[in-house]
Protein backbone atom coordinates (compact mmCIF):
# COMPACT_ATOMS: atom_id res chain seq x y z
CA UNK A 1 0.00 0.00 0.00
CA UNK A 2 1.20 3.25 -0.93
CA UNK A 3 2.28 6.01 1.42
CA UNK A 4 0.68 9.07 1.74
CA UNK A 5 0.94 12.38 3.61
CA UNK A 6 -1.32 13.44 6.63
CA UNK A 7 -2.16 16.44 4.24
CA UNK A 8 -4.14 13.91 2.19
CA UNK A 9 -6.60 12.40 4.74
CA UNK A 10 -9.78 13.32 3.92
CA UNK A 11 -10.99 16.65 5.24
CA UNK A 12 -14.68 15.66 5.56
CA UNK A 13 -14.51 12.36 7.10
CA UNK A 14 -11.31 13.27 9.17
CA UNK A 15 -11.27 13.11 13.00
CA UNK A 16 -11.59 16.59 14.32
CA UNK A 17 -9.14 18.34 16.78
CA UNK A 18 -11.87 17.86 19.50
CA UNK A 19 -12.84 14.61 19.02
CA UNK A 20 -11.55 11.03 20.56
CA UNK A 21 -10.27 7.97 19.24
CA UNK A 22 -9.56 5.10 21.40
CA UNK A 23 -7.93 1.39 20.17
CA UNK A 24 -9.10 -1.66 21.39
CA UNK A 25 -6.51 -4.52 21.85
CA UNK A 26 -6.88 -7.11 18.96
CA UNK A 27 -5.16 -9.59 17.22
CA UNK A 28 -3.11 -10.56 13.96
CA UNK A 29 -3.23 -13.77 11.97
CA UNK A 30 -1.06 -15.07 9.50
CA UNK A 31 -2.32 -15.75 6.29
CA UNK A 32 -3.41 -18.69 4.36
CA UNK A 33 0.31 -18.79 2.77
CA UNK A 34 1.97 -17.72 5.43
CA UNK A 35 4.03 -14.82 3.57
CA UNK A 36 2.18 -12.23 5.65
CA UNK A 37 0.47 -11.09 8.47
CA UNK A 38 -4.03 -10.21 8.30
CA UNK A 39 -3.96 -7.50 11.24
CA UNK A 40 -7.41 -6.23 12.88
CA UNK A 41 -7.21 -2.72 13.70
CA UNK A 42 -10.78 -1.84 15.99
CA UNK A 43 -11.82 1.26 18.41
CA UNK A 44 -13.98 3.62 18.52
CA UNK A 45 -14.42 7.30 17.77
CA UNK A 46 -16.30 9.65 20.14
CA UNK A 47 -17.12 13.46 21.18
CA UNK A 48 -15.60 13.58 24.73
CA UNK A 49 -18.30 16.69 25.79
CA UNK A 50 -21.17 16.09 28.02
CA UNK A 51 -23.96 18.68 28.21
CA UNK A 52 -25.21 19.92 31.03
CA UNK A 53 -28.66 19.00 29.90
CA UNK A 54 -27.48 15.28 29.70
CA UNK A 55 -25.75 15.16 32.52
CA UNK A 56 -27.38 16.82 35.35
CA UNK A 57 -30.70 15.08 35.35
CA UNK A 58 -29.40 11.56 34.92
CA UNK A 59 -26.96 12.01 37.89
CA UNK A 60 -29.75 13.27 40.04
CA UNK A 61 -31.76 10.19 39.62
CA UNK A 62 -29.66 7.83 40.00
CA UNK A 63 -27.87 9.84 43.33
CA UNK A 64 -31.60 9.49 44.64
CA UNK A 65 -32.41 6.26 43.66
CA UNK A 66 -28.97 4.45 44.96
CA UNK A 67 -28.33 6.97 47.75
CA UNK A 68 -24.56 7.21 46.79
CA UNK A 69 -21.80 8.19 49.40
CA UNK A 70 -19.61 10.49 47.83
CA UNK A 71 -17.00 7.42 46.94
CA UNK A 72 -19.79 5.83 45.05
CA UNK A 73 -20.33 8.86 43.62
CA UNK A 74 -17.23 9.35 41.92
CA UNK A 75 -16.85 6.20 40.98
CA UNK A 76 -20.78 6.54 38.77
CA UNK A 77 -19.33 9.55 37.20
CA UNK A 78 -16.14 8.31 35.89
CA UNK A 79 -17.87 5.48 34.41
CA UNK A 80 -20.70 6.93 33.37
CA UNK A 81 -19.49 9.47 31.13
CA UNK A 82 -18.90 7.18 28.36
CA UNK A 83 -22.18 6.50 28.14
CA UNK A 84 -23.10 9.92 27.39
CA UNK A 85 -20.70 10.53 24.75
CA UNK A 86 -21.72 11.19 21.34
CA UNK A 87 -19.97 7.94 18.88
CA UNK A 88 -19.28 9.63 15.52
CA UNK A 89 -20.53 8.09 12.05
CA UNK A 90 -18.64 8.39 8.82
CA UNK A 91 -15.13 9.57 10.53
CA UNK A 92 -12.16 7.89 8.15
CA UNK A 93 -9.74 6.08 10.29
CA UNK A 94 -6.36 5.40 8.81
CA UNK A 95 -3.23 4.24 10.77
CA UNK A 96 0.46 4.71 10.65
CA UNK A 97 2.67 1.02 11.21
CA UNK A 98 6.36 1.91 10.86
CA UNK A 99 6.67 3.62 7.56
CA UNK A 100 3.67 2.82 5.80
CA UNK A 101 -0.27 4.20 6.29
CA UNK A 102 -3.08 2.07 5.84
CA UNK A 103 -6.70 2.64 6.12
CA UNK A 104 -9.04 0.97 8.15
CA UNK A 105 -12.41 2.24 7.13
CA UNK A 106 -15.11 4.29 8.86
CA UNK A 107 -16.61 4.15 12.06
CA UNK A 108 -20.47 3.18 12.05
CA UNK A 109 -23.43 4.87 13.50
CA UNK A 110 -22.44 4.11 17.42
CA UNK A 111 -18.92 5.68 16.46
CA UNK A 112 -17.33 1.67 16.53
CA UNK A 113 -15.05 0.58 14.14
CA UNK A 114 -13.19 -2.59 12.69
CA UNK A 115 -11.10 -3.27 9.84
CA UNK A 116 -8.31 -5.42 8.31
CA UNK A 117 -5.06 -4.82 6.83
CA UNK A 118 -2.36 -6.99 5.46
CA UNK A 119 1.25 -6.96 5.89
CA UNK A 120 4.32 -8.45 4.60
CA UNK A 121 6.38 -11.01 6.68
CA UNK A 122 9.38 -8.80 5.31
CA UNK A 123 7.07 -5.40 6.30
CA UNK A 124 6.61 -7.50 10.01
CA UNK A 125 10.27 -7.83 10.42
CA UNK A 126 11.37 -4.06 9.98
CA UNK A 127 8.91 -3.14 12.80
CA UNK A 128 8.94 -6.05 15.40
CA UNK A 129 10.92 -4.80 17.90
CA UNK A 130 11.18 -1.23 17.30
CA UNK A 131 8.73 0.32 20.45
CA UNK A 132 10.01 -1.63 23.24
CA UNK A 133 6.98 -4.27 23.50
CA UNK A 134 7.08 -7.78 23.39
CA UNK A 135 7.74 -9.13 19.85
CA UNK A 136 4.43 -10.82 20.10
CA UNK A 137 2.73 -7.60 20.00
CA UNK A 138 2.35 -4.73 17.47
CA UNK A 139 2.24 -0.53 18.42
CA UNK A 140 0.91 1.77 15.85
CA UNK A 141 -0.45 5.15 15.45
CA UNK A 142 -3.74 6.83 14.30
CA UNK A 143 -3.20 8.83 11.38
CA UNK A 144 -4.45 12.28 12.02
CA UNK A 145 -4.66 15.80 10.02
CA UNK A 146 -1.64 17.78 9.59
CA UNK A 147 -3.30 20.40 12.69
CA UNK A 148 -3.58 17.94 15.26
CA UNK A 149 -0.44 17.15 16.90
CA UNK A 150 -2.06 14.60 19.39
CA UNK A 151 -0.47 10.71 19.67
CA UNK A 152 -3.34 8.37 19.41
CA UNK A 153 -1.61 4.57 19.75
CA UNK A 154 -3.51 1.17 19.29
CA UNK A 155 -1.72 -2.38 19.89
CA UNK A 156 -2.27 -5.92 18.61
CA UNK A 157 -1.28 -9.47 19.62
CA UNK A 158 0.48 -11.38 16.96
CA UNK A 159 -0.91 -14.81 17.29
CA UNK A 160 1.32 -17.94 15.87
CA UNK A 161 -1.26 -20.65 13.53
CA UNK A 162 -0.39 -23.35 16.47
CA UNK A 163 -0.86 -23.24 19.97
CA UNK A 164 -3.31 -22.57 22.46
CA UNK A 165 -5.42 -19.55 23.43
CA UNK A 166 -8.22 -18.75 26.40
CA UNK A 167 -10.59 -17.30 25.17
CA UNK A 168 -12.68 -15.60 28.78
CA UNK A 169 -15.41 -14.34 29.87
CA UNK A 170 -15.09 -10.99 32.35
CA UNK A 171 -18.24 -10.65 34.34
CA UNK A 172 -17.97 -13.44 37.44
CA UNK A 173 -15.22 -15.19 35.91
CA UNK A 174 -12.32 -12.82 36.29
CA UNK A 175 -14.17 -9.85 38.42
CA UNK A 176 -16.93 -9.91 40.56
CA UNK A 177 -20.21 -8.72 39.50
CA UNK A 178 -22.88 -10.96 40.77
CA UNK A 179 -25.06 -10.56 37.42
CA UNK A 180 -28.11 -12.95 38.40
CA UNK A 181 -28.57 -9.77 40.84
CA UNK A 182 -29.57 -6.52 38.38
CA UNK A 183 -29.06 -4.27 41.26
CA UNK A 184 -26.09 -5.62 43.12
CA UNK A 185 -24.61 -5.78 39.38
CA UNK A 186 -25.34 -2.13 38.54
CA UNK A 187 -23.68 -1.46 41.94
CA UNK A 188 -20.47 -3.51 41.49
CA UNK A 189 -20.33 -2.20 37.68
CA UNK A 190 -20.78 1.55 38.58
CA UNK A 191 -20.15 2.65 42.05
CA UNK A 192 -17.92 0.51 43.76
CA UNK A 193 -14.30 -0.98 43.01
CA UNK A 194 -13.53 -3.50 40.95
CA UNK A 195 -13.09 -6.43 42.87
CA UNK A 196 -11.05 -9.71 41.17
CA UNK A 197 -12.38 -13.58 41.37
CA UNK A 198 -9.60 -14.82 44.16
CA UNK A 199 -7.10 -16.82 42.25
CA UNK A 200 -8.00 -15.85 38.67
CA UNK A 201 -5.20 -13.31 38.01
CA UNK A 202 -2.55 -16.03 39.01
CA UNK A 203 -4.30 -18.71 36.89
CA UNK A 204 -3.68 -16.53 34.23
CA UNK A 205 -0.47 -15.95 34.46
CA UNK A 206 0.32 -19.29 34.71
CA UNK A 207 -0.91 -19.75 31.09
CA UNK A 208 0.82 -17.05 29.95
CA UNK A 209 3.52 -18.08 31.30
CA UNK A 210 3.05 -21.40 29.67
CA UNK A 211 2.58 -19.60 26.16
CA UNK A 212 -1.43 -19.00 25.94
CA UNK A 213 -2.95 -16.04 24.51
CA UNK A 214 -5.87 -14.59 25.90
CA UNK A 215 -9.00 -13.06 24.07
CA UNK A 216 -11.53 -11.38 26.38
CA UNK A 217 -15.41 -11.99 25.39
CA UNK A 218 -17.48 -10.24 27.28
CA UNK A 219 -21.23 -8.47 27.65
CA UNK A 220 -19.73 -6.19 29.25
CA UNK A 221 -20.24 -2.74 27.19
CA UNK A 222 -17.73 -1.12 24.99
CA UNK A 223 -17.55 2.20 27.03
CA UNK A 224 -16.48 0.30 30.17
CA UNK A 225 -13.10 -0.37 28.23
CA UNK A 226 -11.27 1.84 29.61
CA UNK A 227 -12.01 1.11 33.86
CA UNK A 228 -11.73 -2.72 32.70
CA UNK A 229 -8.65 -2.51 31.00
CA UNK A 230 -7.39 -0.21 34.29
CA UNK A 231 -8.49 -3.02 36.59
CA UNK A 232 -6.82 -5.88 34.86
CA UNK A 233 -3.60 -4.11 34.55
CA UNK A 234 -3.43 -3.15 38.28
CA UNK A 235 -4.50 -6.80 38.98
CA UNK A 236 -1.82 -8.52 36.80
CA UNK A 237 -3.70 -10.09 34.19
CA UNK A 238 -1.92 -10.66 31.37
CA UNK A 239 -2.78 -8.31 28.01
CA UNK A 240 -5.16 -9.84 25.24
CA UNK A 241 -8.20 -8.66 22.64
CA UNK A 242 -11.10 -7.61 23.84
CA UNK A 243 -14.30 -8.21 22.33
CA UNK A 244 -17.04 -6.24 24.23
CA UNK A 245 -21.24 -5.98 23.42
CA UNK A 246 -22.62 -2.70 21.14
CA UNK A 247 -24.20 -0.18 23.65
CA UNK A 248 -26.24 2.92 23.09
CA UNK A 249 -28.55 5.01 24.57
CA UNK A 250 -30.75 7.31 22.33
CA UNK A 251 -31.74 10.27 24.11
CA UNK A 252 -34.81 10.87 22.40
CA UNK A 253 -36.64 7.80 22.92
CA UNK A 254 -35.16 7.13 25.43
CA UNK A 255 -34.04 3.56 24.41
CA UNK A 256 -31.65 0.83 25.04
CA UNK A 257 -29.87 -0.74 21.92
CA UNK A 258 -28.35 -3.95 22.84
CA UNK A 259 -27.47 -7.12 21.24
CA UNK A 260 -28.59 -10.58 22.68
CA UNK A 261 -26.05 -12.03 25.44
CA UNK A 262 -25.52 -14.97 23.25
CA UNK A 263 -25.84 -13.27 19.22
CA UNK A 264 -22.82 -11.22 20.45
CA UNK A 265 -20.70 -13.76 22.25
CA UNK A 266 -21.05 -15.75 19.60
CA UNK A 267 -20.33 -12.85 16.41
CA UNK A 268 -17.35 -11.83 18.61
CA UNK A 269 -16.02 -16.09 18.58
CA UNK A 270 -16.75 -17.05 15.67
CA UNK A 271 -14.16 -15.09 13.81
CA UNK A 272 -11.28 -15.75 16.44
CA UNK A 273 -11.94 -19.75 16.04
CA UNK A 274 -11.68 -18.79 12.22
CA UNK A 275 -8.80 -16.80 12.05
CA UNK A 276 -7.02 -20.12 14.12
CA UNK A 277 -8.22 -23.11 12.30
CA UNK A 278 -5.13 -25.03 13.58
CA UNK A 279 -4.97 -23.67 17.05
CA UNK A 280 -6.21 -25.08 20.36
CA UNK A 281 -8.67 -23.19 22.59
CA UNK A 282 -9.51 -23.57 26.30
CA UNK A 283 -13.39 -21.23 27.28
CA UNK A 284 -13.50 -20.10 30.55
CA UNK A 285 -16.45 -18.68 31.77
CA UNK A 286 -19.27 -18.75 34.06
CA UNK A 287 -23.00 -20.20 35.00
CA UNK A 288 -24.56 -16.48 35.46
CA UNK A 289 -25.79 -16.03 31.96
CA UNK A 290 -25.06 -18.54 28.96
CA UNK A 291 -21.63 -18.98 28.75
CA UNK A 292 -22.08 -22.78 29.38
CA UNK A 293 -25.02 -22.79 26.39
CA UNK A 294 -22.31 -21.00 23.75
CA UNK A 295 -19.61 -22.93 24.59
CA UNK A 296 -21.00 -26.19 24.33
CA UNK A 297 -22.48 -24.46 20.95
CA UNK A 298 -18.70 -24.37 19.88
CA UNK A 299 -17.72 -27.50 21.30
CA UNK A 300 -20.64 -29.32 19.29
CA UNK A 301 -19.29 -27.39 15.76
CA UNK A 302 -15.70 -27.23 16.13
CA UNK A 303 -14.56 -30.18 18.21
CA UNK A 304 -11.05 -30.49 16.88
CA UNK A 305 -10.21 -26.73 17.61
CA UNK A 306 -11.99 -26.86 21.42
CA UNK A 307 -9.88 -28.61 23.99
CA UNK A 308 -11.67 -27.84 27.28
CA UNK A 309 -14.13 -25.91 28.46
CA UNK A 310 -14.25 -24.48 32.18
CA UNK A 311 -17.71 -22.82 33.78
CA UNK A 312 -17.58 -21.43 37.15
CA UNK A 313 -20.77 -21.74 39.37
CA UNK A 314 -22.31 -19.07 40.68
CA UNK A 315 -25.47 -20.52 41.84
CA UNK A 316 -23.57 -23.31 43.74
CA UNK A 317 -24.64 -25.35 40.42
CA UNK A 318 -23.02 -28.93 40.15
CA UNK A 319 -21.81 -31.11 36.77
CA UNK A 320 -25.20 -33.01 37.95
CA UNK A 321 -27.06 -29.75 37.79
CA UNK A 322 -30.46 -30.23 35.15
CA UNK A 323 -28.93 -27.17 33.34
CA UNK A 324 -25.59 -27.61 32.55
CA UNK A 325 -26.41 -31.55 31.84
CA UNK A 326 -28.97 -30.22 29.15
CA UNK A 327 -26.32 -27.70 27.68
CA UNK A 328 -23.47 -30.09 27.70
CA UNK A 329 -25.56 -33.50 26.41
CA UNK A 330 -24.23 -35.83 24.28
CA UNK A 331 -20.51 -34.33 24.61
CA UNK A 332 -17.56 -36.11 26.60
CA UNK A 333 -17.58 -35.14 30.28
CA UNK A 334 -14.34 -34.90 30.04
CA UNK A 335 -13.97 -31.72 27.90
CA UNK A 336 -16.02 -29.62 30.08
CA UNK A 337 -15.99 -29.41 34.50
CA UNK A 338 -17.42 -26.89 36.77
CA UNK A 339 -15.61 -25.22 39.22
CA UNK A 340 -15.98 -23.01 42.15
CA UNK A 341 -12.87 -21.43 43.29
CA UNK A 342 -9.95 -20.85 40.12
CA UNK A 343 -7.94 -23.01 42.74
CA UNK A 344 -9.86 -26.12 41.86
CA UNK A 345 -8.82 -26.15 38.05
CA UNK A 346 -5.47 -23.80 38.38
CA UNK A 347 -3.09 -27.07 38.31
CA UNK A 348 -4.95 -28.64 35.40
CA UNK A 349 -5.95 -25.58 33.09
CA UNK A 350 -1.90 -24.66 33.18
CA UNK A 351 -1.03 -28.38 32.42
CA UNK A 352 -3.35 -28.44 29.62
CA UNK A 353 -1.79 -25.04 28.42
CA UNK A 354 1.18 -26.98 28.52
CA UNK A 355 0.30 -29.82 27.16
CA UNK A 356 -1.07 -28.25 23.53
CA UNK A 357 2.44 -25.97 23.35
Request: charged content about 30%.
Amino acid sequence: MPLFRKSQVSVKKAVARHEQVVFYPSYGARTADGRGWILTVQGSVYDPRISWLRRKPMFAVIRRVLRMDRTAEEYFRIRMRQFLMFGLRGRSISIELGERVYHVGESDYMGLFRGEIVISNEELAKIQHSDGIPANWLKYRALLTDADERLVEGTLQLVDPVGVSIISDVDDTIKHSNVPNRKDLFRNTFTRTFVPITGMPELYQDCAQAGASFHFVSGSPWQLFEPLVEFMREELYPPGSFHLKRFRIRDSARKIRMSPQKTHKRSAIEPILAAFPQRKFVLIGDSGEQDPEIYASFLRERPDQIASIFIRAVREETRESERLQTAFAGLNPRDWSVYREPADIQERVANLVRGIQ
